[in-house]
């Protein structure tokens, strides 16, 4: 039996363009990641993660804005 680890994928859409962020840890759990990341992307302090979705051998979170526009 071989057993692969799946490398994860973060995911957040900036200005419609998606963006891939680098895993910064696997001691890291999603939420752990999302503020990780907070600093950098404000908006995602009050995102919300879905997933996890395996495609590809990758494992994929998203990071769901729930802030809507203004306008």
């Not at 998606?18 to 908006?43: C, K, M, N, W």
Request: net charge negative; hydrophobic share 35%; glycine share 10%.
């Amino acid at each position: 039996m071989i057993v692969n680890e799946l490398k994860r994928v973060f995911l957040h859409t900036v200005s419609g363009q998606e963006i891939r962020l680098a895993d910064p840890g696997a001691e890291f759990s999603a939420g752990d990641v999302q503020h990780f990341y907070a600093g950098t992307y404000p908006i995602l302090t009050n995102a919300k993660i879905s997933g996890p979705e395996i495609r590809d051998d990758e494992v994929f979170y998203r990071f769901e804005s729930t802030m809507g526009t203004k306008g």
